[in-house]
Nanobody
Framework: QVQLVESGGGLVQAGGSLTLSCAVS???????MAWYRQAPGKPRELVAT???????NYADSVKGRFTISRDNAKNMVFLQMNSLKPEDTAVYYC????????WGQGTQVTVSS
């Protein structure tokens, strides 16, 4: 079973930046990847996707502030988050859309106002 390990979260003030990393335990060369987030009391939502070819898509709420990228050689996915807002506070997860991979433990991002 594929293992996903997210890291890089933390506490940051509004307007600050963080970069999240996701280590994937198998080759993801041909796999689209995505970042999701789940805030307390809310369902998990899709934040950003990146195809195997590097095409990206973003939720409207993060467009222009977040950048998803990937390093296929290292089986890593990244999420650069700039201009963070308190409403970005959530646990962030990576996964492969449409595949039945187990979820990792996520990484907590807390943005203070």
């Amino acid at each position: 079973q594929v293992q996903l390990v997210e890291s890089g979260g933390g506490l940051v003030q509004a307007g600050g930046s963080l970069t999240l990393s996701c280590a994937v335990s198998r080759s993801m060369f041909r796999t689209s990847m995505a970042w999701y987030r789940q805030a307390p009391g809310k369902p998990r939502e899709l934040v950003a996707t990146i195809t195997s070819g590097g095409n990206t898509n973003y939720a409207d709420s993060v467009k222009g502030r977040f950048t998803i990228s990937r390093d296929n050689a290292k089986n890593m996915v990244f999420l650069q988050m700039n201009s963070l807002k308190p409403e970005d506070t959530a646990v962030y997860y990576c996964n492969a859309p449409g595949l039945s991979w187990n979820w990792g433990q996520g990484t907590q991002v807390t943005v203070s106002s």
